[in-house]
């Protein structure tokens, strides 16, 4: 048995013990590991920070894509950018209304390695109405034009290949992709964490140059950095927290572990701390 | 520089670098340390766990008395079980209303520590309103009659001093020692570790069979097991989500860092897994 350390920042972090590794390669991107660990089940590590755990994806994949769904009262076209491990996409093609998903990952070896090793997220990919691009995100979105009800930003940390996923001149090409009622919605990072939560401010005030609304939110995601976590929606038109988007938080379709109505709403309540 | 490991179950844990070591003693009870750390400033380990930091000590403190000094409509007469480090009897003593707090705290050394290490929260207990006893809670509640509009109980882990603070015998013990409206308040560890999530299940069976209104509720506390953590408010007559308590949320007179208004309401407001 060995200990795997997720850093945090680095003076602090989660130690887990692991079983074995079942899994260790380098693609042009990064480094991809799986490893079998005592307390979360399989875990994908990039880099060796942690990504996906078996035991609580759910957290941050519901959290990521159902608020936004069930804000927008039509999302018949999704485009998720990142998402390699296809947590986000199954989540997305479990409403019934969507009729289109388009992913663009840029790294394809994460999902390839995920579909051996997370079959049960990546089942989502054999949907008909999913579409797996691997390339560049951000160039492919510059492409497109009204396009998409809600677009989803699932992103590593903001070093490396994701950093440009966390810049203004990107959500200003997603805005431009969005149809004129679309919603866009992004991981944030954890704002216990200094320096990430200075992240959550830059992103704050950039989305709030482009876009009418923007709600700010958390989960508990007990495996990522300090255990809190946040995401940001910007939409141009419709707030998560109307009375039509309550109404369809409660009739929610898509089968949840985390998520539900009463946290829709709850989720945008946030400790005073944290735009302090 | 070294690392502490806080165990959160045998085969995970939080890590964070020390300085050094402040203090280190033995009492009848507890091996107490106070460390120096990079990320979380001072920290308090109670037989190696991590009980307090300087830099999140204000979630636990100020989560476990507000909500229910917000829902009592006249919190005059509170006590406190635990709670040595006098950072809950800060925050109750910044309520204007509170006229008088007993707090019974088992390990005297615990607060002679925390005086000199944590001075910042223990200028409370110079209060006059202010009543500290060195002793058992478990037998001070047993001789205790309609005496309290809100106890507290702000304990240790269900394990050594600790564990008589989660049986049921005891939750009978405090709704006697409450007056008839009395609102009784515990911590009650981390929904995320399995065993832990045993015992919410097991305080939440017990206090509904003693108590009209049982409210469970939520905090992201970095620095405990899996960053997520519950209390439960159990009432004989005022429930937390009224028009009432969430109007004495909204003008709180106890200035906060993590608790407002909005999360007031919203902590109620628990993840699908939770009860599941």
């Keep these: 048995m060995t200990w795997h350390l997720d850093y945090h920042t680095p003076t602090r972090g989660l130690t887990f013990a692991c079983d074995q590794v079942l899994y260790t390669e ?46 927008h009262p039509n999302p018949r076209k999704v485009l998720i950018i990142g998402g390699g491990d296809c947590g986000t996409l199954s989540r997305v093609l ?53 396009a998409y009800d809600v677009i989803l930003i699932d992103s590593t940390d903001p070093v490396g290949p994701a950093e440009g996923l966390f810049r203004k001149a990107f959500f200003g090409d997603c805005l431009k992709a969005l149809k004129s009622d679309g919603i866009l919605c992004l991981q944030s990072e954890s704002p216990w964490i200094e320096n990430l939560r200075d992240v959550i401010h830059i992103v704050n005030e950039d989305l709030k140059s482009l ?7 958390t989960a508990a995601i007990q495996t990522y950095q300090a255990g809190l976590w946040m995401f940001q929606m910007a939409s141009r038109k419709y707030h998560p927290l109307s009375y039509q988007a309550l109404t369809r938080a409660q009739y929610c379709p898509v089968p949840c572990k985390y998520y539900n109505a009463e946290l829709h709403m709850a989720a945008f309540s946030l400790p005073g701390f944290v735009f302090a």
Tied chains: 1, 2.
């Design 26 to 71: 380098t693609s042009n991107y990064q480094k991809i590991e799986i490893v079998q660990s005592q307390d979360f089940g399989k875990v994908m590590l990039l880099d060796g920070v942690l990504m996906v755990t078996e035991k609580d994806e759910f957290v941050y994949h519901e959290m990521l894509s159902l608020p936004s769904l069930n804000t």
């Design 211 to 217: 876009f009418e609304v923007v709600m700010p939110y």
């Design 94 to 146: 479990s409403h019934p209304g969507v009729e289109h998903v388009i992913q663009v990952e840029i790294d394809e070896m994460v999902s390839r390695v995920a579909r051996l090793h997370f079959p049960q997220l990546c089942m989502a990919a054999d949907d008909p109405r999913a579409e797996l691009i691997f390339g560049d995100g951000i160039a492919f979105v510059k492409d497109q034009v009204e």
